[in-house]
């Protein structure tokens, strides 16, 4: 499998304490150690609890943040954290980020058209006013809107629309991938069917790789074909979404799935109707000597206290940090 994004060792801690303080340094660490990689036309799930690191560590993909270790390969040859502004100005051409607040991420000033224009205008690729228009009508006919449209304001369109709008304006540039953070968290659960089910059509449509960001697992094996499950910074498991329904290994995310009712194959609404799972974590802010999840664990025994698992192959086609798998 050709991958279009690698991380490796990844790692982001956020200090808590500023200005004097800072040199005391309370960390936050909010990534660790984290590895994975997406490949082309795959669409791969980061699902865990909130606060677990999934936003950290997509923001860290894209340089929203700056990671404090590890490598990001971009199509195998481009050093996405070495990259100078020119060059990731174009690499973020090439990955777009979605965001889970469609009324936070739409301008409410301007038209749907300046929307989703806005990036393309000051871009290398920008085709002119007339080719703009026409791409950016066709765009909004793939999400299921219309080219009326674009002289509209954000005010006038529901949730659920002004979600559309958002991967609209996401797919304009014709990313190579496309990293969804939480895109379906905000809406009511058969909305939240709908725009899953428009990522699959657009899935299937066009050559495009996902970074799909879900707290809820039933809703991200029902579009992924990979899963990260993450707890605490760290990767737990991962697995193909239909192993890691029927064979999941790793407790956490055993525990996981128990929080959620139905098959995750039963269809786009029924993956969303699952009931929310288990709520926020507390987010590591020392570096403990074993395993993130041993506190939790009902199989935990003292080593899992003591020495931290590496990532080890699941024989379902998985890999899972766990000394009792
Ligand atoms: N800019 C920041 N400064 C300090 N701490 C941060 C910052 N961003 C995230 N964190 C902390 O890092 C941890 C991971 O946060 P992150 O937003 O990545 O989690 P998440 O998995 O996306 O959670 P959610 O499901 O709620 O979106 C949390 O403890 C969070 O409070
Ligand atoms: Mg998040």
Known sequence: MMPVITVTNLSKRFNLEAGFFARFGR??????????????NESYGLVGESGCGKTTTARLLVRMYESDGGDIFFNDSIDVRHLKSGELKQYR??????????ARSLNPRMTIYEALV???RFSSRWPGQKRARSEAAAILEEVGLSE????RRPAEFSGGQRQRISIARGLLM???LLICDE???ALDVSIQGQILNLLLDIKA???????????DLKVASYFCDRIGVMYRGEFMEEAPAENLYRNAAHPYTKLLFSAASRSPFDGAEA???????LGEVKTATARIAGCAFAERCPLAEERCLRDRPDMRETGAGGLARCHKV
Request: charge should be negative; aromatic fraction near 14%.
């Open 118 to 120: 806005s990036g393309y």
């Open 205 to 215: 449509r066009r050559s495009l790789s996902f970074l799909f960001i879900a707290h």
């Open 174 to 176: 014709e990313p190579e």
């Open 271 to 277: 993956a969303a109707a699952s009931p929310a799972p």
């Open 27 to 40: 960390f936050v660490y909010a990534v660790h150690d984290v590895s994975f990689s997406i490949g082309k």
């Open 183 to 185: 895109v379906v968290s």
């Open 148 to 151: 009326a449209d674009l002289e």
């Open 93 to 102: 051409e090439k990955v777009k980020y979605v965001f889970q607040d469609p």
